[in-house]
């Protein structure tokens, strides 16, 4: 809880504000049954009439003020809470913007959601909560309490024997219920996590036509939230009749007893009056703070969920915008790589070449044999375990990343574009990019064609991770996309693969006019064929270094791959 404490200070001032009508509020509740008990002994017992006129005013005005102090408190408790709630989750998105990848990897897609939709709305609730009942609910216990002495010390009595005996009873089910709440939650989030998993995958799943097992994992989770829910449920089901019971059988021996009391003239019917509604609001100040505790329960649990997210310290590109200052050559110097989390094994073994400024290299070799792992090391995505990786003569170990990828353009192998138009998707690789440069970069990625026969052109809207285009189409806006960005380096992870071979000589035709320096990764060897720099890897070691001629002479890899594209 102690992460989320600043994000309260901020608003200190409203939530003392908040504290202090809620003070006047419940002072408020308590003058009002006193108020009664005097309109009935002396007004209405001794039929005097501007008694209880002089009383009614009265208590009207200490209602109309109670009121108006609980609709200001409201107000700035709703405000304060809500406010609360946009800052954390504002604070958690840019937060999780700056996670290395390291850290992205090690958390679920679903869990980051749940963090940032339900653990903060759960927070909000419990400020909310905690505005209302804080100083109201101990102020009601013990002033109702001191108010029923002040009314009458027999009565006063009673409430001492009555009220720790319901505060038993509160406390018991509480801790009865409690472990069976944090269960309830904990299936909750087990539930959410299969109902998410199924519905990022659902098109798989209708594909393979697996609905049944889908269902029935789904139904696992879901019988065990009813069950532990039905539990939870149950406790307070039990308990809460059996708190009232108490009260009301606590009430009706005061009725008893109090008959004869006022009989005897040692009591008055107004005072008997008071006392129920002094045990009225003694019972439901424990009812409150059963509730809240709930709340502080749950939000507890979220705020040990967004600590998570608030306490990652493996951050990357914090810290203002750079202009690029890298030049265009990459070298590798003798680099290890083990994905962090991922095992004792490297993806990247002893892994060295050098790649002049302006200049092309393909990297070429089988599926998991660690193509996408070296890229992702020149943007330092990951940093190496052993060894150097150089940009621009520059150790990425010490590289300021926001400059370092401000001098980068990467097409990643499965590239995602964004809800929105085309020009906005392309227009992300430069934020200030102007339509001619737009259209210039498309022009290039072959993409302009394509683009412009469609009625709206540029301004088509594409749909979430591009689902109205094609898979050659999308690609084809990826490149666009760095190549508006004007970089030095250009990255291109297998990002032709969906585009014909004719189209992708021109698009690399257009790419070597503008020549950065180009990582190229690729699967066919009719893309490297003419260039001068290829390296084969093989299970993450170099397995060769040089043009297409050299290579079919000494990589027993490279002439296997050429050999087996040959037809
Ligand atoms: N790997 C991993 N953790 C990741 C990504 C990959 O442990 N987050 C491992 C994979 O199991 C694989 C190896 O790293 O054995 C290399 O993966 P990658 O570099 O993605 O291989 P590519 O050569 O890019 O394979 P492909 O042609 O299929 O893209
Ligand atoms: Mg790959």
């Known amino acids: 809880m102690s992460h989320i404490i600043p994000y309260w200070r901020r608003y200190q001032r409203l939530i003392f504000t908040a504290f202090a009508f809620l003070f006047l509020e419940s002072f408020g509740d308590l003058l009002q049954p006193m108020i009664v008990s005097r309109i009935i002994d ?27 102090c609980a609709v200001t408190r409201c107000i700035i408790s709703s405000r304060v809470s809500q406010q609360f709630g946009a800052d954390l989750r504002l ?37 909310h909560g905690m505005m209302r009942v804080f100083v109201r609910s101990p102020m009601l216990l013990f002033g109702a309490i001191t108010m029923t002495f002040v009314l009458n010390p027999r009565l006063g009595i009673i409430l001492l024997v009555v009220v720790p005996l319901i505060a038993l009873l509160m406390y018991i089910s509480m801790k009865v219920g409690f472990p069976l709440f944090s269960k309830m939650q904990e299936a909750l989030d087990r539930n959410n996590g299969v ?10 799943v209708k594909a393979y036509n697996t609905f049944d097992q889908e269902v029935e994992r789904f139904d696992v989770s879901n019988t065990e939230l009813a069950a532990t829910a039905i539990k939870a449920t149950r406790v307070v089901g039990v308990f809460f009749p059996i708190i009232s019971f108490a009260a009301n059988m606590a009430l009706v021996a005061t009725l008893w007893l109090a008959r004869g009391w006022v009989a005897d003239g040692q009591m008055y019917v107004g005072q008997v009056v008071a006392f129920l509604n002094y045990m ?38 914090l810290g203002g915008h750079s ?32 790649l002049p400024s302006g200049e092309t290299l393909g990297i070429i070799g089988s599926t998991g044999a660690g193509k996408t792992s070296l890229v992702q090391l020149i943007p330092a995505f990951y940093l190496p375990d052993l060894g150097e990786v150089k940009v ?30 085309i020009a906005d998707n392309i227009r992300m690789g430069k934020p200030d990019a102007t339509m001619e440069e737009i259209e210039v970069a498309a022009k290039a990625a072959q993409a302009h064609e394509f683009i412009s026969a469609s009625p709206e052109g540029y301004e088509t ?56 320096t180009v990582v190229l990764i690729t699967q066919r060897i009719s893309s490297v064929i003419n260039l001068r720099h290829i ?22 890899v490279y002439k296997e791959i050429y050999n087996s594209q040959l037809i």
Do not use: W
Request: charged content about 15%.
């Open 42 to 68: 002396q007004g209405v017992m001794e039929g005097a009439l501007p008694v209880v006129l002089r009383l009614g005013g009265l208590m009207l005005l200490v209602t109309l003020f109670g009121a108006g």
């Open 91 to 127: 604070d958690l998105y840019q937060r999780i913007n700056c996670f290395s990848f390291g850290a992205l990897g090690k958390r679920e897609t679903a869990a980051l959601i749940t963090r940032m939709t339900n653990d903060t709305s759960q927070l909000v609730s419990f400020t």
């Open 195 to 204: 109902l998410r998993e199924y519905l990022s995958g659902v098109r798989v």
């Open 280 to 317: 009225m609001q003694i019972t439901m100040s424990l009812r409150m703070i059963f509730n809240v505790y709930q709340m502080f329960i749950r939000a507890k649990a979220s705020a040990h969920r967004v600590g998570d997210i608030i306490n990652e310290e493996d951050l990357q590109g």
């Open 323 to 354: 202009s690029s200052l890298y030049g265009g050559a990459v070298s590798f110097e003798n680099v290890t790589f083990v994905y962090p989390g991922g095992g004792n094994e490297p993806v990247l073994k002893d892994v060295s070449f050098e």
């Open 392 to 421: 621009g003569g520059i150790s990425t170990s010490y590289a300021d990343v926001n400059a370092l990828r401000a001098s980068i353009a990467y097409v990643a192998q499965q590239n995602t574009l964004f809800y929105g138009t």
């Open 461 to 516: 809207i594409i749909g979430q991770k591009g689902v109205n285009l094609s898979g050659g189409q999308k690609q084809r806006i990826g490149i666009a996309r760095a190549l508006v960005r004007d970089a030095q380096i250009l990255i291109l992870d297998d990002c032709v693969s969906a585009v014909d071979v004719e189209t992708e000589g021109a698009i690399m035709r257009s790419i070597n006019m503008v020549s950065p």
């Open 535 to 556: 390296l084969v890897l093989e299970a993450g070691r170099v397995a060769g270094y040089g043009n297409h001629a050299s290579l079919i002479e000494t990589c027993d």
